[in-house]
T-cell receptor, first 116, second 114 residues
């Protein structure tokens, strides 16, 4: 597609439920990133995928968070046993090659997650 | 102290005004500096990208980086109502080979009034 596509655009879930967020990167983009944007806060790095290399998971806030990506295609971010502090906009970005210093990133519009 | 500090505003200016946005940072390893624009309910889009110190101009936008003061700025000339958005500064460095990890400011909400 022309841009990075994320689904769903909005998700309301009950505390304790699991949620799965999806990101379709731009075709041909080898690098994919997940960020979280909580209200009143800057974007926080969560995880980075580059081709078939081991992902950089250093930003995942707890073991309730996990993400997968098969090759250079779709990625899913899963949050288990959601908590209210997980409420945020989850943004996905992709770049053609490793985005040195953030060059070449294209962000999706995000998934707005609300945990009630 | 947070790694990147940015005044969240809000900032309201009349159309045609010069807008000055800025961020300070504490991590001397940062070498790549960016400004993103984010419209409501949309993802950030890259406006300006600068490596190390200096100025960069693109149309009505000028980005400045002063690494000695750990201070970056974005100037918008002849501001337009369509410039109304949240402006995010972001930066990264070569520490540990992870220069793809961006550290963002909280963003400044700008409104340009016609």
């Amino acid at each position: 597609g022309a841009g990075v596509s994320q689904s769903p655009s909005n998700k309301v879930t009950e505390k304790g439920k699991d949620v799965e967020l999806r990101c379709d990167p731009i075709s041909g983009h080898t690098a994919l990133y997940w960020y979280r944007q909580r209200l009143g806060q800057g974007l926080e790095f969560l995880i980075y995928f580059q081709g078939n290399s081991a992902p950089d998971k250093s930003g995942l806030p707890s073991d309730r968070f996990s993400a997968e990506r098969t090759g250079e295609s779709v990625s899913t971010l899963t949050i288990q046993r959601t908590q209210q502090e997980d409420s945020a906009v989850y943004l996905c970005a992709s770049s053609l090659v490793i985005g040195v210093g953030g060059d070449g990133y294209t962000f999706g519009s995000g998934t707005r997650l609300t945990v009630v | 102290q947070k790694e990147v500090e940015q005044d969240p505003g809000p900032l309201s200016v009349p159309e045609g005004a010069i807008v000055s946005l800025n961020c300070t940072y504490s991590n001397s390893a940062f070498q790549y500096f960016m400004w993103y624009r984010q419209y409501s309910r949309k993802g950030p889009e890259l406006l300006m990208y600068t490596y190390s110190s200096g100025n960069k101009e693109d149309g009505r936008f000028t980005a400045q980086v002063d690494k000695s003061s750990k201070y970056i700025s974005l100037f918008i000339r002849d501001s337009q109502p369509s410039d109304s958005a949240t402006y995010l500064c972001a930066m990264s460095g070569n520490s540990g080979g992870s220069n793809y990890k961006l550290t963002f400011g909280k963003g400044t909400l700008l409104t340009v009034n016609p």
